[in-house]
């Protein structure tokens, strides 16, 4: 028997969108990292 929802926080596309978020914003943390190095290394 499916379980009521009770928020959009229940939905497995909401969960997922989530994750995606998270990975997108990691992944942008990592390329500005990587720039601010090799500006640095050319100064």
Same mark, same amino acid.
Do not use: G
């Given at each position: &028997? %499916?379980? $009521?929802?009770?928020? #959009? $926080?229940?939905?497995?596309?909401? !969960?997922?969108?989530? =994750?995606?978020? %998270? *990975?997108? #914003?990691?992944? @942008? !943390? %990592? &390329? =500005?990292? @990587?720039? *601010?190095?090799?500006? @640095?290394?050319?100064?």
């Amino acid at each position: &028997m %499916k379980e $009521k929802l009770r928020s #959009y $926080k229940d939905l497995v596309v909401w !969960q997922k969108s989530l =994750t995606l978020v %998270k *990975r997108v #914003y990691v992944e @942008a !943390q %990592k &390329m =500005t990292n @990587a720039l *601010r190095r090799s500006l @640095a290394s050319r100064s």
